[in-house]
């Protein structure tokens, strides 16, 4: 059977992301302190992730390619696909 990826959850940008999670997203939250992007949305990544290009990428994951995603800061290339180690090539 195949692992599942868990939901997303919101953590405030201050919080040390846990470990094996990434950031898939950022966003303003008013329960957080400070203001414009203030908040990480974090999930443990499934097979195949697009991440935000800060984000810490678990042990057993590689980077595959950057690329650009509207739900994360910056402009041009500001996340990137990872893969599972076993799922690479197959």
Avoid: F, Q
Avoid at 15 to 44: F, M, Q, T
Avoid at 61 to 87: F, Q
């Amino acid at each position: 059977m195949s692992e599942r990826a868990s939901r997303n959850r919101v953590i405030c940008i201050d919080r040390e992301v846990p470990e094996g999670w990434v950031v898939v997203g950022v966003y303003h939250n008013e329960a957080c302190s400070g203001h414009d992007n203030n908040a990480l949305i974090i999930k443990r990544p499934g097979r195949r992730e697009l991440i935000w290009s800060d984000s810490p990428v678990p042990p057993g994951y590689l980077r595959v390619k950057t690329t650009h995603s509207d739900h994360c800061p910056g402009d041009g290339e500001n996340a990137v696909v990872i893969e599972r180690e076993d799922a690479v090539g197959s």
